[in-house]
């Protein structure tokens, strides 16, 4: 056996000469022709009889040489530098193919990381796909919450869940150690990490008696506090902290990858303590607000539990006030429905827009194979009629089409990688995990498989044609074959491209509607100051107060600035106050029947707001610096509400009740409608209410706006010297209102920019695939033209023949496309801002682009077309 | 040509090495000898005969010198390695346990079909 094994190697080592065997073979036919002379042939007709029996040489030469061990190989490595001397022959051709290849694989595997990241993620939590989120929701709050007035009621009578628990949210918190550090406390219930399935890496959960009011202070501290501070120093189990000035024990480590289920940031899990018996009487008798997270039975369903807590929300309904009852839902949706939203739907619009692209892109690769196998026809049947087998042929087109696949997958690594690169960072912050999202491997492997299959697909289609004898004997090759195949594709690229291209501009027409639309107030020269006061520091209202009022003092000492507004919160979008439009009592009149008329907006602002965004006041005063000391309450409402609420009277002198048990306020004034929603929001009826110089006014957040004629980078140094000389442990926060606005589009402007990304690139490859087949067609018929020419055909018939084979693909592909845009942009339909899914100058447009794009294609190979010389096209072969 | 008779597959292997295992011999004298032995039944064409040798060379059966014909002219002699006869042995086993049961078949079909 060992011999055996040698002699293959030797063999596969050194190569047999050429002459040997040659030498061996004419030794053959000289003894046959030694043996004709002997039965009795003349010597000419002997050598004449041994040659024909003897048969093809060549054919022989090549079957000894298969049986060299290796052979196999050696054909393989004579395969691939075939194919790399064909390529480098026709540049044009595998440069296209692979680019296609690479922007096709790569822009499928960069949305699909991302999207991956944000709709299929693994969620940190034990058996994920049974945590549900569970509450009412309404039409002010339409996240699901619940109230510490029926909370409890619901564990203890609640049925379809193993287990219920709840947070209280994130609130900033101060570590005050040597080095103060501002930190996000958690607070949640006992059971939490139970029901959530999350286990501490270091240490214990919470006991049941740490989750009782006046229990003793505990925290769970998150991997990142314990790297970043405690240098995961083993000893921080049971390490007392200073939190906010008091002692709190460290009793465990929370895992890596913990999160909070509403993916607030947290550095510190405490338990809640909450006092279940008083739940009745605080917060105006409905209790904390709570957010609670449930886990399902086993087998039961999110709809099949939302069903069987009827009977606990019909506790829950009881204590909601009459007014206002039939405004709250109950709904129960599972943690990742909850998590990802309003995100899904952006996804799933970017996942389709890059199929779409790695569809056209395998088109387009197709295409280029099948124009180039048809344009190399001739060339298989000469190497089938010199020898070449069936298998051969074929060996050798794959091995072209797995080249350039390898070239395009490799091209498509770098692609990706960059396009994923720009996606984290043009993406607005609002997109959930885009930081964490890396390539997927997984799907950079199906992308280079399904475009290696579009490749070999259109590679191996001619080639397991058995080349045809007329195509030899034939002057010009047979330009029918698979011609068909290729229309379609161009059809199928020019109706996904038209698909893409409306719904790119659908969301650009909805982009600069959202820039362009009127906000109602100034935003150029408007600074925006937010500071955070430390609670230790501002616990009561009168102290929050006293830091305003030195604040807005010495900001009106700044030099360039004309305005100083506080406010509560800013236009447009964002956290802001708001009630029920039915909560609204004017003196005078009966209650509004509940449930009725939407939500309404309310701001708590000084009279310097106004002049700040240069809100018009359009009827009335605005607030006076006087009045903010006066023991009235003042109003100023929106011009929207005030037709709502007094639609052919005037508002100003009026009394209102804003809520159930708010003093009544005498309105002042109306100002001019803002744009309060989110930018692709629908607005809501307004009022301002002044805040005056009492403690009661100022228990909610603080925003300062300031007008300056100066350009900003000038004066928010001077803002920050101000606020440091009253206190210079407060963080300031100086943000342009122009920056704030451009923040709030950054969403849009991210999904219409990758969308737009798509079309265009869709576009270029389906134009280079109805260039590349018009260019072929062109040539293909060279003779043909050269015919008609000579019969009298002028060049205009040729041009009307060339560009009219081409439109009428256009044709049919946009039309086809046209029908699919109307149907995708539906889809859209909430992703869009004052334009209709069906804009009629949307789809014009677009079709008229995409004819004049694509037949400015089919003109120029047309042109070559009109420029052949009969005479010369006739004479070729 | 004469009506050539397909050789099963593998045969044709079976008899060079068979012809070999008599003397050394070149390509045209082994073809020569197995259409002698055969009376003419068997004749082995040029095409099918010199891959054959090939291979069988390759793989170590058989091996190959330079030598003087009978009329004197250079010729390439194949002859029977070790491996080569060992092969021969197993193969004309295997060629017997073939015949034998190809022959109780063909005999016995008519019995069974009686």
């Not at chain 1, 393989?76 to 540049?91: E, H, I, T």
């Not at chain 1, 909601?320 to 995100?343: A, G, T, Y």
């Not at chain 1, 509607?513 to 430390?534: E, K, Y």
């Not at chain 1, 305005?563 to 979008?573: E, F, I, K, R, Y």
């Amino acid at each position: 056996m060992m011999g055996e094994l040698w002699t293959r190697l030797r063999f596969f080592v050194s190569r047999r000469s050429r002459g040997e065997l040659d030498e061996e073979l004419q030794f053959h036919v000289e003894q046959s022709t030694a043996a004709n002379i002997a039965a009795g042939m003349t010597p000419e007709a002997a050598r004449r009889q041994a040659l024909v029996e003897f048969g093809g040489v060549e054919r022989t030469r090549e079957e000894c040489n298969e049986q060299r061990p290796g052979w196999l190989m050696e054909t393989v490595v004579q395969d691939v530098r075939y194919a790399l001397r064909g390529f480098r022959r026709n540049p044009l051709f595998s440069v296209t193919v692979i680019a296609t290849l690479a922007l096709g694989i790569g822009a499928t595997t960069a949305v699909f990381s991302v999207v991956d990241r944000i709709l299929f993620r693994d969620l940190p939590y034990g058996h994920a796909d049974r945590l549900v989120s569970v509450g009412l929701v309404q039409s002010l709050e339409k996240q699901e919450f619940t109230l510490g007035s029926f909370y409890y009621y619901w564990k203890d009578n609640q049925t379809p869940f193993e287990s219920i628990t709840q947070e209280g949210g994130v609130e900033e918190c101060d570590l005050t150690e040597q080095n103060p550090t501002r930190l996000n406390c958690a607070s949640v219930e006992g059971d939490f990490l139970l029901t959530m399935g999350i286990a501490p890496i270091r240490g214990r959960n919470f006991l049941p008696e740490e989750d009782r009011p006046n229990g003793p202070m505990v925290a769970l501290i998150s991997y990142g506090l314990w790297l970043t501070h405690y240098n995961l120093d083993a000893k921080i189990l049971d390490k007392v902290i200073q939190i906010d000035g008091k002692p709190v024990r460290v009793v465990g480590v929370l895992p890596k990858d913990f999160e909070m289920p509403r993916l607030q940031a947290a550095d510190i899990v405490v338990p809640r303590k909450i006092d279940v018996g008083v739940q009745h009487k605080v917060n105006s008798g409905i209790g904390y607000p709570m957010w609670a997270f449930a886990r399902l039975k086993p087998g039961v369903s999110a709809e099949q539990a939302q069903a069987a807590l009827g009977p606990v929300y019909e506790y829950a309904q009881k204590i909601i006030p009459p007014e206002i009852r039939k405004d709250f839902h109950l709904k129960v949706r599972s943690l990742r429905d909850r998590q990802i939203q309003d995100v899904r739907l952006v996804a799933w619009v970017l996942l389709g827009a890059a199929l779409a692209v790695l569809m056209i892109a395998c088109a387009n690769v197709a295409s280029l194979f099948l124009t180039r196998a048809a344009a190399r026809e001739r060339e298989l049947a000469v190497r089938s009629a010199l020898g070449a087998s069936r298998g051969r042929l074929i060996r050798q087109t794959l091995t072209e089409a797995l080249l350039l696949a390898f070239a395009g997958a490799a091209a498509g690594c770098v692609v990706a990688e960059i396009l994923l690169r720009v996606f984290v960072a043009i993406a607005p912050a609002g997109v959930p995990f885009l930081d964490k999202a890396r390539l997927d491997p997984r799907i950079l492997v199906f992308a280079a498989l399904l475009s290696l299959a579009c490749g070999v697909m259109s590679g191996l289609v001619p080639a397991l044609h058995r080349p045809r004898a007329i195509v030899l004997a034939a002057r010009s090759t047979n330009s029918g074959a698979h011609a068909g195949l290729r229309r379609s594709l161009v059809v199928a690229q020019i109706a996904i491209s038209m698909v893409l291209l409306s719904s790119a501009t659908l969301l650009l027409r909805s982009f600069r509607n959202l820039q362009g639309q009127n906000l109602g107030m100034q935003a150029s020269g408007v600074l925006t100051v937010r500071m955070s006061l430390t609670r230790d520091r501002y616990a009561s209202n009168e102290k929050k107060m006293e830091f305003y009022d030195k604040a807005e003092a010495a900001l009106r000492r700044v030099p360039g600035v004309t305005a100083v507004g506080m406010s509560d919160s800013l236009p447009p979008g964002g956290w802001r106050g708001g009630m029920r439009y039915a909560e609204i009592r004017v003196e005078g009149r009966p209650r509004t029947p509940p449930g009725t008329g939407g939500a309404v907006t309310s701001r708590w602002v000084t009279p310097d707001y106004f002049r700040a965004l240069r809100i018009a006041i359009v009827q009335g005063r605005n607030f006076t610096e006087g009045e903010r000391d006066s023991s009235e309450h003042w109003m100023v409402m929106s011009k929207l509400l005030a037709s709502r609420l007094f639609p052919g009277e005037d508002p100003v002198g009026q009394r209102v009740q804003p809520g159930l048990d708010a003093p009544w306020y005498t309105v002042v004034g109306v100002a001019a409608n803002v744009k309060n929603a989110e930018l692709n929001g629908e607005d809501t009826p307004e009022f301002y209410t002044l805040r005056r110089n009492f403690g009661a006014d100022w228990g909610s957040h603080s925003v300062m706006v300031l007008e300056t004629g100066l350009p900003p980078e000038t004066v928010a140094p001077w803002v920050r010297t101000q606020i440091a000389t009253i206190d210079p442990t407060v963080p300031v926060d100086v943000e342009t209102m122009q920056e704030r606005l451009s923040t709030l589009a950054d969403r849009p402007r991210f999904e219409t920019a990758l969308l737009g990304f798509f079309a265009f690139t869709g576009l270029m490859m389906a134009v280079i695939g109805l260039y590349g087949v018009t260019a072929f067609m062109v040539t293909r018929r060279t003779q043909e033209v050269g015919v008609r020419m000579a019969l009298g055909a002028s060049r205009i018939n040729i041009l009307r023949l060339i560009v009219g084979e081409g439109m009428r693909l256009i044709v049919v592909g946009g039309a086809v496309g046209l029908g699919a845009a109307l149907g995708v942009s539906q889809v859209l339909k909430s992703l869009l801002f004052s334009v209709g899914p069906h804009d009629p100058a949307t789809f014009v447009g677009v079709a008229a682009v995409l004819g004049l794009v694509a037949l400015a294609a089919t003109l120029i190979p047309a042109r070559s077309a009109m420029q052949v010389e009969p005479v010369v096209a006739l004479r070729c072969d | 040509m004469p009506p050539s008779t397909d050789l099963l597959q593998g045969t044709l292997d079976l008899l060079i090495l068979k012809t070999l295992a008599l003397e050394p011999m070149h390509g045209w004298g082994i073809a020569q000898r197995i259409q002698q032995v055969s009376k003419d039944v068997l004749q082995v064409g040029q095409g099918s005969l010199y891959p054959a040798l090939h291979r069988l060379e390759y793989k170590g059966w058989i091996e190959s010198d330079w030598g003087a014909s009978e009329n004197n002219r250079r010729a390439k002699f194949y002859s029977l390695t070790r491996a080569g006869e060992r092969q021969l042995a197993a193969e004309l086993q295997h060629w017997d346990r073939m015949s034998a049961a190809i022959a109780l078949v063909l005999g016995g079909a008519p019995e069974g079909a009686a």
